[in-house]
């Protein structure tokens, strides 16, 4: 019997096509959104549900009458309500990895343009400004010390990045190691809260690349923002729930602190929304809309481990990359 997929978000044609090739049957309900994801998962019954941001909570794990696995086609799996899959007996995977480069990308997008101010550039150049004589000023980010939070796959290919760049690098995080640092190539910055305290006070770039859980909750609160430079640069690129944002509003209001977002704590769940963040007016800012992992490079990378994920199970295995 052929295995039935729902996919209920976009998913890209190859990984359609890789589903396809394995003998299962594909339902593409890419717009089905949260709320109607448990109607349909009743509706259509199926064994695997791929998802990359619609939300799986605990009425849609009940709908799931055959369900079998809940497959996030990314890293990080919040959106999903892992208590209640495990109730159900559903696993739950990921893809980690498979977009770590394109993370990287952006940061370095935002730290570039926050370095030489290139919003601003833009919308005076759009308001038929010219005024080379105030942007002539940047500082450019060669020599720059950089603190990253988090040493995972996205991690690594930044602080590749920030090497290229002739940046030096700090790594913090929970299972850091001198014997690490000396392997990463970067220096020793803890895995205490105290130890990450003192580093920030070195970094004039901070970069957070963690998972949101309970550990990492508002971890970057005023005392956080309170430990940075003044006038240093913070890039988050991993999720909104890390930050304390009216802590991180305040520090860039009084401290000078400019920020690289491209996530936010009440961001909307969807695609397209009337939404504007508390901050979005402050100077200093370059933001984004969830959109780290999505290049052509990185969807397709994650696709073809969708579809390497439900191959293993049809062989007899299990479900690899199970987190829940």
């Not at 593409?28 to 019954?45: F, N, R, S, W």
């Not at 993370?103 to 005024?131: C, I, M, S």
């Amino acid at each position: 019997m052929a295995i039935k997929v729902l996919v209920a978000d976009k998913f890209e044609k190859q990984g359609v096509e890789g589903l396809a090739g394995l003998g299962c049957q594909v339902v593409l309900m890419p717009d089905v959104g949260a709320e109607k994801l448990p109607g349909a998962i009743a509706e259509q019954d199926p064994q695997v549900v791929v998802v990359r941001s619609t939300k799986v909570g605990k009425a849609a794990f009940d709908a799931g009458r055959s369900l079998k696995a809940v497959i996030r086609a990314g890293a990080g799996y919040d959106t999903i309500d892992l208590a209640a899959a495990k109730a159900k007996g559903v696993a739950v995977c990921n893809t980690p990895g498979m977009n770590s480069v394109a993370v990287a990308e952006l940061t370095f997008a935002f730290l570039l343009a926050l370095d030489r101010r290139v919003v601003e550039q833009t919308n005076e150049l759009r308001a038929g400004v010219w005024n080379k004589k105030e942007y002539s000023k940047a500082r450019g980010i060669k020599g720059l010390t950089l603190g990253l939070i988090g040493v995972g796959a996205i991690g690594r290919e930044v602080i590749k990045r920030a090497k290229a760049f002739g940046m030096s690098c700090w790594a913090h995080s929970l299972n850091m190691t001198p014997d690490r640092a000396l392997d990463l190539g970067v220096q020793y910055g803890g895995k205490t809260r105290d130890e990450l305290y003192a580093m920030l006070g070195k970094c004039d770039v901070v970069s957070v690349h963690v998972a949101a859980n309970p550990e990492s909750q508002k971890m970057c609160d005023a005392k956080f923002f309170g430990a940075m430079k003044s006038g240093a640069i913070f890039l988050n690129t991993s999720r909104g729930s890390v930050v304390d944002e009216a802590a991180l509003i305040d520090a860039m209001k009084n401290r000078g602190v400019r920020a690289g977002l491209d996530v936010f704590e009440n961001e909307p769940a969807g695609g397209a929304a009337q939404w504007k963040w508390t901050g979005a007016d402050l100077p200093g800012l370059v933001g984004a809309h969830h959109v780290g992992a999505s290049t052509d490079q990185a969807q397709l990378a994650v696709a073809e481990e969708v579809v390497r994920i439900v191959k293993v199970f049809r062989d007899g295995g299990g479900w690899e990359n199970r987190v829940g």
